[in-house]
């Protein structure tokens, strides 16, 4: 019996210690728009002024690589691993680097439009959704099948009046079924409308619920969308106003608001798709900045302490790689964690008396797994993986630990197949190698 009881308490222990933790600033504070998080080490962030930054180690140092890119804020980004990533500008264009952003390459453009999300699902396939470019002009819902050579127009993308999108306002659960918000423009507005489609941007079959709310000088922007699967999400605007649905889309129903807030608008949602039915919501009243999540659709609300940096500066975008693991990005070049503030969770207060690295747990696994590791003296130590052939894909650890037992979550990047790869722990005079398998 207290064996189950330390197992249950060490459990909730590492899901308590899981917190928002200021990261850095990048070197040119601008605000950060959007966000791409390929795996724990790998990010990208788009940013006002053509600021374009690529972290290798989690947001702790950042490389500039926006040369090349035309004046004007960036907006919706997209990476596939360190070296193949896709932006999107306030212009209506895309450009892609395969070089890591030494050097980039125009790939669609249209005036009078204005970049809102691109995601692209691997090397060939990815959408994009764009503004119209007026009054009875279809939205630019756009698609590629050859990383991005051709950008084609879904089938039946909506026409606009008096709308247009809103930045990071979408989400989806396959390449098949996505969510898209979008603004009235109409000064006191009372009411947005949500696009969805089941079909993909391939297949079009665009439908649309029009939204209930409260909408200001600009108008109704339902500019926050996430769903946890097919048929639970939730809807923020502008308006002091939430919602969930539980049929896709179909219909909606206000839901309460989280505690402390009244007059508000809703920034930007991220729903987890791991069967927790997590949701964050970032919200702003103007001065200062609240993070809240609900596993129910808003029955109940969570609050998230921000470090003050993030009470400031906001979460503007949000990105989970597990339910322990996320990053967000905010207003001058604000970046943000969410998990154990030292990267890895100390399992519990034994210093062991001799170095050991377990097998990892899910074995094979897709797309994470987690490793523990002992070790006796206090030192540097680092926690790599390779394929099979020697080359480092992934740094989980790599820094001075204090001695005792750890945990460590490995998330596979997009990038990586199908396979073998090896997990090496080095710490003083001691290595050690193990296997694991990779099955998507």
């Given at each position: ?89 306030v212009n209506g264009s895309i450009y892609r680097t ?323 790869y090896f997990y090496t722990l080095t710490s003083d ?12």
């Open positions: 019996m207290k064996k189950l009881f330390l197992v249950i308490f060490l459990i909730g222990f590492v899901n308590a210690y899981s917190q928002w933790n200021f990261v850095s600033t990048l070197p040119t504070p601008q605000n950060i728009n959007s966000i791409s998080v390929v795996n724990q080490n790998v990010i990208w962030v788009a940013c006002d002024n053509a600021t374009l930054y690529k972290s290798t180690n989690g947001g702790v140092n950042w490389v500039s690589r926006g040369a090349g890119l035309p004046a004007g804020n960036l907006y919706g980004i997209s990476a596939l691993d360190t070296t193949n990533c896709w932006v999107g500008t395969s070089n890591g952003g030494l050097n980039w390459t125009l790939q669609f453009s249209l005036a009078g439009s204005f970049s809102n999300g691109i995601k692209m699902f691997n090397s060939n396939y990815g959408v994009y959704q764009g503004d119209p470019t007026g009054n009875g002009q279809p939205y630019q819902f756009r698609y590629t099948t050859n990383g991005g050579t051709n950008w084609l127009l879904s089938p039946n993308a909506p026409i606009a009046t008096n709308e247009f999108g809103v930045i990071n306002a979408w989400d989806w659960t396959d390449t098949s079924h996505f969510w898209i918000g979008s603004a009235n423009t109409s000064a006191s507005a009372t009411s947005a409308k949500v696009y969805k489609t089941s079909i993909g941007f391939g297949g079009g079959g665009w439908t649309s619920a029009t939204l209930p709310g409260t909408g200001g000088t600009a108008g109704l922007y339902y500019q926050a969308i996430g769903f946890t699967d097919n048929n639970n999400g939730m809807a923020g605007s502008n308006g002091s106003d939430i919602k969930r649905t539980t049929d896709g889309g179909v219909t909606w129903t206000t839901v309460t608001n989280p505690p402390g807030v009244t007059a508000f608008a809703a920034i930007n949602f991220n729903a987890l798709k791991d069967g927790s039915n997590t949701i964050r919501v970032s919200i702003s009243d103007g001065t200062t900045n609240y993070c809240f999540r609900t596993t129910n659709l808003g029955a109940a609300w969570i609050t998230e302490t921000l470090p003050a940096q993030g009470q400031t500066n906001g979460l503007q975008d949000m990105e989970f790689l597990s339910s322990t693991l996320g990053f967000a990005g905010g207003n001058l070049g604000t970046f943000l964690r969410y998990g154990n503030p030292s990267g890895i969770t100390t399992l519990n207060s034994e210093i062991p008396v001799q170095y050991n690295l377990e097998q990892n747990y899910p074995n094979p696994f897709n797309p994470s797994t987690t490793i523990n590791f002992s070790i006796p003296t206090s030192s540097k130590v680092t926690l790599k993986i390779y394929n099979t052939l020697g080359k480092e894909v992934a740094t989980l650890v790599d820094g001075f630990k204090y001695a005792g037992n750890y945990s460590v979550d490995f998330n596979a990047s997009s990038d990586l197949t199908s396979g073998m005079n001691f290595t050690a190698t193990k296997k694991l398998m990779l099955v998507k």
